[in-house]
């Protein structure tokens, strides 16, 4: 196992240390010996019980799973875009246990948010056909569904970061997946940095580098290996044609401000009238999201009865796991799901056919000067809402309303800035 080199290495310097002193070595070659036994029958027992990807064809990371794993085989790095619905998120841990990676350690799948981690983990467990825990675990804040059986470990970027100060080396891990790198969060950069500079010491390391909004030759030449880019294998995604409306809000004659609440109800009636399927609307806040559940509750929603009430749901990271799940379960009415960027890019909310987007999140920052992080709304960048409108084409053409006007998107940065700054 890749956790006992280390070790191994070092008791081979010590019986090595102790002959030429002709020291007594018997003690130390029995121990070497029963460590050794003990790591390679582990080895050998993950190899045996090592998961079988049952693929989904209709999937376009799938389709392309040949030529991903041939570049995961001959690079240390490989960069994976793939856009909104490629099914990059569950496929990836999977071609990489096809090629034998997860054996001699664990394939660590880093995700920005909880709720993603834990969904992420459940859905590839489905697919293998195992229970979740065993083969297939997760680890997040005050929650560690893994086992020693474990052969896939999705987590946040923050448990990861903190595994370095204990696993310098990251021995537990012989492939790394960093999703959704495009969110230049400090962990993510500090990982990024780290794992970097980790490579020249761990050959046998594995990274792939995914997302769907990534700035590709950055990152490419970041991760260059004697002066040649990492590669890149840019997968479309299986989505319909999307319509983009913009209606910026009207301005509210007693406070002056843009009538954001107004403009969402109002949004909501024009989708529900359109479009057969469920609405995700996009808040920057929990409170925002309660404000705006609150406001739908009391609103007639065009197409409602009493036996098919359209059914409002909340949708963040700190919502309990029970009520995150209500999201997932099939349903027979118009559902209406209001969330943080949470939905952007980490989860795929099913059913969904209209998406109201009024540009903003709540993005974390941080001054290098002050040493102190903030939490401010700000508005999204182009990357952020071409995702967001991506999210209303999953299962069939979509309409997006977009709460700015198309100058205001014109003037946004194609790419998330990095929260360090």
């Known amino acids: 196992m890749q956790a006992d080199r280390h070790r191994l290495r070092r008791m081979l310097r010590r019986i090595a240390a102790a002959q030429r002193r002709a020291h007594p070595v018997d003690r130390l070659v029995e121990q070497f010996q029963r460590l050794l036994q003990r790591s390679t029958a582990e080895y050998e027992l993950r190899l045996r019980n090592l998961p079988r990807p ?3 064809s209709d999937l376009p990371v799938t389709q392309r799973r040949h030529e991903i794993a041939q ?3 001959d690079h240390p790095v490989v960069i994976v875009c793939g856009e909104t619905g490629s099914g990059k998120s569950t496929q990836l841990p999977q071609i990489c246990l096809e090629l034998g990676r997860g054996v001699a350690g664990m394939i660590g799948h880093t995700q920005p948010r909880r709720i993603a981690a834990r969904s992420i983990a459940a859905r590839v467990a489905e697919d293998l056909c195992v229970p979740l825990g065993q083969e297939v675990g997760y680890k997040v804040r005050f929650t560690d569904a893994t086992s ?11 448990i990861l970061l903190a595994e370095t100060q204990n696993d310098r080396f ?8 960093l999703d959704e790198a495009h969110e230049r969060s400090l962990n993510i950069d500090f990982l990024l940095g780290y794992l970097r500079n980790l490579l020249s010491r761990r050959q046998d390391l594995k990274l ?7 700035d590709v030759a950055r990152f490419a030449a970041h991760f260059a290996v004697d002066g040649a880019p990492a590669p890149v294998i840019t997968v479309s995604g299986r989505t319909w044609p999307v319509e983009i409306r913009w209606r910026p809000p009207a301005v509210d004659e007693a406070s002056g401000e843009p009538d954001l609440p107004q403009a969402v109800l109002d949004a909501v009636d024009e989708l529900a009238r359109e479009t057969p399927g469920d609405i995700l609307v996009f808040m920057p806040t929990e409170q925002a999201i309660h404000e705006t559940a609150k406001a739908l509750r009391g ?8 036996p098919s009430a359209t059914e409002i749901l909340p949708l963040y990271a700190r ?5 995150q799940q209500r999201v997932f379960q099939p349903h027979t009415h118009r559902r209406i799901v209001i969330a943080t960027n949470v939905a952007e890019s980490s989860l795929t909310v099913p059913g969904i056919r209209g998406v109201i987007d009024p540009g903003t999140a709540r993005i974390s920052r941080y001054s290098a000067r002050s040493k102190t992080q903030r939490l401010p709304v700000e508005p999204i960048s182009k990357a952020s809402a071409d995702q967001r409108a991506g999210r209303c084409g999953r299962v069939g053409p979509g309409i997006c309303i977009r709460l700015y006007s198309p100058e205001d998107y014109a003037a946004r940065p194609r790419y998330t800035p990095p929260e360090i700054l």
């Open 54 to 56: 049952r693929w989904q």
């Open 71 to 73: 570049a995961i085989r």
């Open 148 to 158: 020693p059986r474990t052969c896939v470990k999705l987590m946040t970027d923050g």
């Open 170 to 177: 990251l021995d537990r891990y012989d492939t790394i997946i």
């Open 208 to 214: 792939i580098i995914t997302s769907a909004t990534i």
């Open 299 to 306: 609103h007639r929603i065009p197409g409602d009865d009493a």
């Open 319 to 323: 919502l309990p796991v029970a009520e």
